[in-house]
């Protein structure tokens, strides 16, 4: 079964700490992206990747940072200096135009 | 810049039409029309390129107006099951990277529909 898989569902944290989301596809799609969804908003672009080992910035990749050594994963590290971090991240993939998004991650800060 | 979708929300009874629409100060190379149901990811309807045909998915269709920079969403004798967010994304450059193309979204804020019974 091909998809995409976001760990964990949900995930609390405490204020100051660095936390992981973890992205992995079986899709074997080159491309990767990373986005923030607040209650009621849209979707915002926070870190992108082509291909492996490359890896451009959204719209709002203050306090975040990835890293794609392999092609089926791309894991999205949430930095303490990430100013309001509490919000859904979405993971999707893509091989030429739609993308396709994984289950989410609900990230709560307490 | 962010697309603008109008209206922001819609509330229908079963069987009427509803239709959404998604403007862009900036030429567009491509719309992306996905539904988020409450809670999940959102899911791919379909994409209207550049120069590209009317699409379609089962009663949902789009169109693409080049000139005017907007999309439009149409949802004919709409169904329960339609209910969600439904965002545009748009694309406004076309890259490359080593031969394969990847489009970089911009995404609306969101249309709520909501069917009742």
């Known amino acids: 079964d091909g998809g995409i898989t976001q760990s964990p569902k949900y995930l609390f944290r405490k204020e100051g700490q660095n936390v992981t989301l973890s992205c992995e596809q079986n899709?074997?799609?080159?491309?990767m992206y990373w986005y923030r969804q607040d209650p009621g908003q849209g979707l915002r672009l926070i870190y992108y990747?082509?291909?492996?080992?490359?890896?451009q910035k959204g719209d709002i990749a203050e306090g975040y940072s990835v890293s794609r050594e392999k092609k089926e994963s791309f894991p999205l590290t949430v930095t303490s200096a990430q100013k309001n971090p509490t919000a859904f991240y979405l993971c999707?993939?893509?091989?030429?135009?739609?993308?396709?998004f994984g289950p989410g991650t609900r990230l709560t800060v307490l | 810049q962010q697309p603008v979708q109008s209206p922001q929300a819609v509330i229908l009874r079963e069987g009427e039409d509803a239709v959404i629409n998604c403007s862009s100060s900036?030429?567009?190379?491509?719309v992306h029309w996905y539904r988020q149901k409450h809670g999940e990811a959102p899911v791919f309807l379909m994409i209207?390129?550049?120069?590209?045909e009317q699409m379609r998915h089962e009663k949902i269709s789009a169109s693409f107006n080049e000139k005017k920079q907007q999309s439009s969403l149409y949802l004919t004798a709409s169904q329960l099951s339609y209910s969600g967010t439904y965002f545009c994304g748009t694309e406004w450059v076309r890259a490359n990277a080593g031969g394969t193309s990847y489009g970089k979204l911009t995404f609306g804020q969101g249309t709520i529909l909501t069917v009742h019974p």
């Open positions: 900036k030429a567009l190379y491509s």
């Open positions: 899709l074997n799609h080159d491309a």
């Open positions: 990747s082509q291909i492996v080992n490359d890896f």
């Open positions: 209207l390129l550049k120069g590209g």
């Open positions: 999707a993939s893509s091989i030429r135009l739609e993308q396709f």
